[in-house]
């Protein structure tokens, strides 16, 4: 009893096996037209169109592996025409069935299979079109469809040569041909054409052979301006990689009109004759962009009052620590909290006190030059970052946003009055402390201005390091 799944039909399968006459046949391109199709849309390695013999399963068209056959009790397909039906397998590896495999169990070994099974006109399953992967995976429904899409051509080709067979003259034989192929050939050409993605198809010197219509509409040019460019007039710098390899890389492509966009760029390199050619996807990540742009400036805003949050002041400050040092110019930190703050929240609500720091946010934005910094820090705790001021000027300003701060605020029907503390650190052209160091020496000159009465200002001392 053998150790793999023999179909009910097996004598007969066989018997049609023969008749065809393809096993240890030559290349043909009707195949491996498929099969380079199904590596590159599904962007997997290997590709394969196998049939299942007696003992053996030999390879019609392979892209990816060298071997003509593998033993039967080695065929993933063959429990794919057990079954007549798709089968996936997202690793191989973890499967009873196939972990033994000689093909699997290595550290290099197959991983994620997807198999459709092959059948002849009467619907006696042959072998299986197969896209494999060293790496496991996950197929989606578009690709499973598109993988089936493309095991029906090669269908249409096993049940032409069942046609040819039957043809009494050699004119009959060649229309039918003639028609069949001009049918496949549109439909592969369909399966390009309709690709979402820019699809573009390079020869050995890096010239553009292929183009579908989704390329047309990125780079605005038609399929035929764009035969014969070169790769590096539409997309660059871009290195393409040797045959047998893929790549994924992000890179700005250039439109006809000088326009530039970022795109993501697939690659797959194969040999064809004594050249490798490459298939290239591209895909158009300018929405990508902006979202991550706009996520990176929301993790650096405070949502509240819309300032720079302490994730932008830690950016920021040793930037302009930096500058410093450059300069010559000193720059001065101010640390400010709210005084009353807490009794405005309890006397009107929280509602209130979100207004009341939307509004002394405001009003600190507008008292400082575009090239100074506000921060809030969190709660009702500010900092305003000045750079190319000295002490003298630094305390004065502060004062001035003591005042700022407590002209009266309307909350609606209500009018709250707050008043701050600063606390001033000036950082020179010789000091060596951190922007930490810096940060703190403010914020303590901040809690020494509160204790002495509030709503006034402190020059950071010797003793606020600590």
Known sequence: MSDYPIPAD????????????????SAEPAFDRVT???????????????????HRQ???????????????????CNWTIDQRSPLVIEDLSQ???????????????????????????????????????????????????????????????????????????L?????????????????????????????????????????????????????????????????????????GERSISEAMARRHDGHEIPVEVRMRAFELGADTHCSIFVHDITERRQLDALRDQEARQDVLTG???????????????????RSGKPLALLFMDLDGFKAVNDDYGHDAGDALL??????????????????????????VLLEGIDIIDAEAFAGKLVTLVEAPVALGEEVAEVSTSIGVAVHGPGDVRTAAALLKRADVAMYTAKRAGKARVHLAEDDDDS
């Open 58 to 76: 030999w390879l019609k068209s392979r892209v990816g592996l060298d071997v003509e056959s593998t033993p039967r009790s080695e065929s993933v």
């Open 36 to 54: 380079r199709l199904v590596s590159r849309l599904l962007e997997v390695p290997v590709a394969l169109v196998t049939l299942i013999d007696a």
């Open 95 to 169: 499967d009873p069935r196939f972990a033994h495999f000689s093909g699997v169990n290595r550290h290099d070994g197959l991983r994620f299979y997807a198999g459709i099974p092959l059948y002849n006109s009467a619907g006696v399953a042959l072998g299986s079109l197969c896209a494999v992967d060293h790496q496991p995976r996950r197929i989606d429904a578009e690709q499973l469809a598109t993988l089936e899409d493309l095991a029906a051509i090669i269908n249409q080709e096993i049940q032409l040569r069942e046609t040819n067979q039957r043809l009494a003259t």
């Open 358 to 383: 939307r509004e002394i946010a405001r009003r600190l934005l507008d008292s400082v030059r575009k090239t100074d910094h506000v921060s809030r820090l969190a709660g009702d705790e500010f900092v």
């Open 10 to 25: 097996e004598q007969a399968r066989l018997a049609t096996l023969h008749e065809l006459e393809l096993l240890d046949t």
């Open 307 to 325: 300032l720079p949050n302490r994730r932008a002041l830690d950016e920021r400050l040793p930037e302009a620590m930096a500058r410093v040092i």
């Open 171 to 243: 004119v009959a034989d060649h229309a039918e041909t003639h028609r069949t192929l001009h049918a496949r050939e549109t439909e592969l050409r369909l399966v390009i054409d309709t690709a979402y993605d820019a699809y573009i198809g390079l020869d050995g010197e890096g010239r553009v052979t292929d183009w579908n219509r989704a390329a047309g509409h990125m780079f605005g040019l038609s399929r035929e301006a764009a035969l014969g460019m070169s790769i590096d007039q539409l997309i660059g710098p871009l290195t393409l990689p040797f045959a």
